[in-house]
């Protein structure tokens, strides 16, 4: 058992999922109206009102516009811009080869609802009250406990998402070099990767949050 209470954790005292709060994702994240199938658009919304209603944040702007907290922040934003505009990119990727190889059979729904999901996760991962009690307990729960991608598929499979968008918010990132990814994840992980390195090339994240690793991109760095 924890040794630390857990009474602080926002995921176990959630606020109430409203239809208010419903309106404001959907609002915030436009591009859902392309999604064809109804249930699955409504998933896509309960899936970032239940994320947010287990977290400190009261919007998805709230969320700093970063890939990992503190870790590849835009200059300028939220975490809206970083979905909505991965989502564009991933249509645009798909829409682009669907066209030129037809026999792909990209479904356009699952392109847009993962790419609207495929982050859902980080309001738990970003969450300052997480975060705060990671750094204080890394002994016991380590750092993060659990990282946005895994996070993020627990969020949709409990919201009812199909398996193939869970897949998309589990692989998008580095987990899903474990795996093979679905043809989904693959254009919504080339288009998350597309957004911060075009972003890094043309020095538009802050400085102190770009890695070691990818710093010599960097022109306007204090160091
Ligand atoms: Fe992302």
């Not at 109430?16 to 709060?21: E, F, N, S, Y």
């Not at 392109?111 to 999901?117: E, N, P, Q, R, Y």
Request: include cysteine.
């Amino acid at each position: 058992m924890p040794k630390k209470p857990t009474a602080d954790i926002p995921y176990l005292k959630p606020c109430a999922i409203t239809d208010a709060l419903r309106k404001q994702v959907a609002e915030e994240l436009p591009e859902v109206a392309q999604i064809g199938d109804t249930s699955l658009r409504q998933k896509v919304v309960e899936a970032w009102a239940f994320a947010l209603a287990h977290s400190s944040f009261k919007s998805i702007r709230q969320i700093p516009p970063a890939g990992n907290p503190d870790t590849n922040e835009a200059k300028r934003g939220d975490q809206t811009d970083h979905l909505r505009g991965v989502t564009r990119l991933a249509v645009a990727i798909a829409a682009e080869m669907g066209t030129a190889y037809p026999e792909l059979a990209i479904d356009m729904d699952v392109i847009v609802a993962g790419g609207l999901v495929h982050d859902v996760g980080k309001a738990w991962e970003f969450d300052p009250v997480n975060r705060k009690r990671w750094k204080a307990n890394q002994k016991e729960t380590g750092r993060p406990s659990i990282r946005h991608p895994a996070f993020g598929a627990h969020i949709c499979l409990t919201v009812g998402l199909p398996e193939e968008v869970a897949h998309i918010a589990m692989a998008h990132s580095g987990e899903g070099e474990l795996l093979v990814r679905s043809l989904e994840c693959m254009i919504v992980h080339q288009a998350d990767y597309t957004f911060w390195n075009t972003l890094l090339a043309g020095g538009q994240l802050k400085p102190d949050t770009v890695p070691p690793q990818t710093r010599k991109y960097i022109t306007d760095r204090p160091f």
